[in-house]
């Protein structure tokens, strides 16, 4: 069956850096978009970044724009995101999700991860 796994969250303080990892397996993704989405305390589920798999188009959402990156390797099948800059409002639950599909937000996903927390000590 598919799996997406997170890793690399963690606390931070404010200005620093952490790079997350999503492991995808059960199926080929060269057809999908890769998106990273972020769930704060209270919060929906919002959009931060994407990927598509084949052509490595990217996009991102205008809060993390300069700082985030998205990026993938597709040997190792796995999806990441360089956060750079970070601060103490990037506090979240991060979540890797796939989805055959370039509409951007969480519906349309067809795959989730179950998370990994990330928090920006001011």
């Known amino acids: 069956q598919v799996q997406l796994v997170e890793s690399g969250g963690g606390l931070v303080q404010a200005g620093g850096s952490l790079r997350l990892s999503c492991a995808a397996s059960?199926?080929?993704?060269?057809?999908?978009?890769m998106g990273w989405f972020r769930q704060a305390p209270g919060k929906e589920r919002e959009f931060v970044a994407a990927i598509i798999w084949n052509s490595g188009t990217t996009y991102y959402a205008d809060s993390v724009k300069g700082r985030f990156t998205i990026s993938r390797d597709n040997a190792k099948n796995t999806v990441y995101l360089q956060m750079n800059s970070l601060k103490p409002e990037d506090t979240a639950v991060y979540y890797c999700a796939a989805g055959n599909t370039r509409i951007l937000v969480p519906r349309s996903m067809d795959y989730w991860g179950k998370g990994t927390l990330v928090t920006v000590s001011s």
């Open positions: 059960g199926r080929t993704f060269s057809r999908y978009t």
